[in-house]
């Protein structure tokens, strides 16, 4: 597609569910982010792949996120036993460039999660 | 670890008039990427200006241009003919491209009005 898509745009689940959100990156881009953006605030990294390789996680909060890009292309990021705290907008990005370029990286519209 | 700070949490200008938002940012790094993106109701980050901290000219991208200024880790955005559409969530980033890093560090955002 033209841009970055993700599903689904809006997520409710209550505490204690897993639930998994989806990310379609630019067609032929190598780099993937998750950023998490709390209510009124600007967003913060979670966890970036170069194709298929997890290069870095160590924004993830705690082992009851998961991420993984089996083929280099789409990516999921799983949250296990939510929690209120979990309330927030992932945005999923993607960037033609490999480590030490340029930037710049294009957004998705997110994942609205509201734990209940 | 890197810190971006936008100290004005909310601003508004009239139509067609000029509007400056600051960021300032801390790092040790020499080498670096500043952007300052623009989010909408719609939630999509989109690039508004990029700026390489090694290159010394400030970044212009029709109505918007940046103040960079390395020695005091400031790099303002300016709005020069303050469009309706402008109005929307100002993010400040800082991305280090050191030993591959890519992640983009962002500040807690400027909520810019514009008054018609």
């Known amino acids: 597609g033209a841009g970055v898509s993700q599903s689904p745009r809006y997520k409710v689940a209550k505490r204690g569910q897993d639930v998994a959100l989806r990310c379609d990156p630019i067609s032929g881009h190598v780099s993937l982010f998750w950023y998490q953006q709390a209510l009124g605030q600007g967003p913060e990294f979670l966890t970036y792949?170069?194709?298929?390789?997890?290069?870095?996680k160590s924004g993830l909060p705690s082992d009851r996120f998961f991420a993984e890009r089996p083929e280099g292309s789409v990516s999921t990021l799983k949250i296990q036993r939510t929690q209120q705290e979990d309330s927030a907008v992932y945005l999923c990005?993607?960037?033609?460039?490999?480590?030490?370029?340029?930037?710049?990286?294009?957004f998705g519209d997110g994942t609205r999660l509201s734990i209940l | 670890a890197q810190t971006v700070t936008q100290s004005q949490p909310e601003m508004s200008v009239q139509e067609a008039e000029t509007v400056t938002l600051s960021c300032t940012y801390d790092t040790s790094e020499s080498d670096y990427y500043l952007f300052w993106y623009k989010q909408p109701p719609s939630r999509q980050m989109i690039l508004v200006i990029r700026q390489e901290a090694y290159k010394q000219q400030n970044a212009t991208e029709n109505r918007f241009s940046v103040n960079f200024q390395k020695a005091a880790k400031s790099f303002s955005l300016k709005i020069s003919d303050s469009q309706l559409g402008d109005a929307a969530m100002y993010f400040c980033?800082?991305?280090?491209?050191?030993?591959?890093?890519?992640?983009?560090?962002f500040g807690q955002g400027t909520r810019l009005t514009i008054n018609p």
């Open positions: 792949f170069q194709n298929e390789a997890q290069l870095d």
């Open positions: 990005a993607s960037s033609l460039y490999r480590g030490g370029g340029p930037g710049p990286q294009h």
């Open positions: 980033a800082y991305l280090d491209i050191i030993q591959g890093a890519q992640k983009l560090v």
